[in-house]
């Protein structure tokens, strides 16, 4: 089945630095990819649409000069959190629907990646 | 716009136990609906769907049916097993391919032997 990989798992960065984390379809193309942030004991939420070869659609709240995206092929995308603060503590989920797939096709999840702010 | 309101967790039920999860949803136009598992520390995989009203989307024991007339989509099992605990997210994806899912906000299922 179509495998939706992410990168790193788990992250503990110091504030003010910028961590990155990849997500790669491994097995399918995909034009658009998704990202998610998970809160403790919380349902995800959709911080922005990424879109291969222009720019990202952020949800409204989520700051786009904090939270860059490139989604440079169509099989990739990088998130960078930019100038990391605690508050940035997170756990974040890539997702991703294959290029040919309708809207009743499944997304495929990334396992998630845990980010720690210190 | 579009919403998923799921039951509060958490769940909490001995094995065997017969398990109902209740979703609702609202949408404009004919969504599809899902829902995902997620396990303790793993990412999100899919249980089940349903494309269309009255389709029954079933995945290792679990079913649930997209009812239109009661913008429905409950997830039930008739035996849980204690590897079932996970918390599950009901979601909705709208006609257009390209949108994201919109979520529920996820029920944690404690299932004890």
């Known amino acids: 089945g179509a495998v939706v990989s992410q990168h790193p798992s788990w992250v503990i960065c110091k504030s003010g630095t910028s961590v990155k984390i990849e997500c790669r379809s491994l097995?399918?193309?995909?034009?658009?990819m998704f990202w998610y942030r998970q809160f403790p004991k919380q349902s995800l939420m959709l911080m922005a649409t990424s879109n291969e070869g222009s720019k990202a659609t952020y949800e409204q709240g989520v700051e786009k000069d904090k939270f860059l995206i490139n989604h440079a092929s169509l099989t990739l995308s990088t998130l960078t959190v930019t100038s990391a603060h605690p508050e940035d503590s997170s756990f974040y989920i890539c997702?991703?629907?294959?290029?040919?797939?309708?809207?009743?096709?499944?997304?495929?999840f990334g396992n998630g990646t845990r980010l720690t702010v210190t | 716009g579009n919403s998923v309101t799921q039951m509060e967790g958490p769940v909490t039920l001995s094995e065997e136990a017969f398990l109902t999860i209740n979703c609702t949803y609202t949408a404009t136009g004919y969504p599809s609906l899902f829902w995902y598992v997620q396990y303790p520390g793993e990412g999100l995989q899919l249980l089940l769907k349903?494309?269309?009203?009255?389709d029954k989307g079933s995945n290792k024991g679990f079913e649930a049916t997209y009812r239109k007339e009661t913008t429905s989509f409950h997830l039930e099992k008739g035996s849980v097993q204690v590897s079932d605990s996970a918390v599950y997210f009901c979601a909705l994806s709208d006609q257009q391919a390209g949108t994201a899912l919109i979520f529920g906000k996820g029920t944690t299922l404690s299932v004890s032997s």
């Open positions: 997702s991703a629907r294959d290029t040919g797939g309708r809207s009743h096709s499944p997304l495929h």
């Open positions: 349903a494309t269309k009203a009255d």
């Open positions: 097995d399918f193309q995909a034009t658009t």
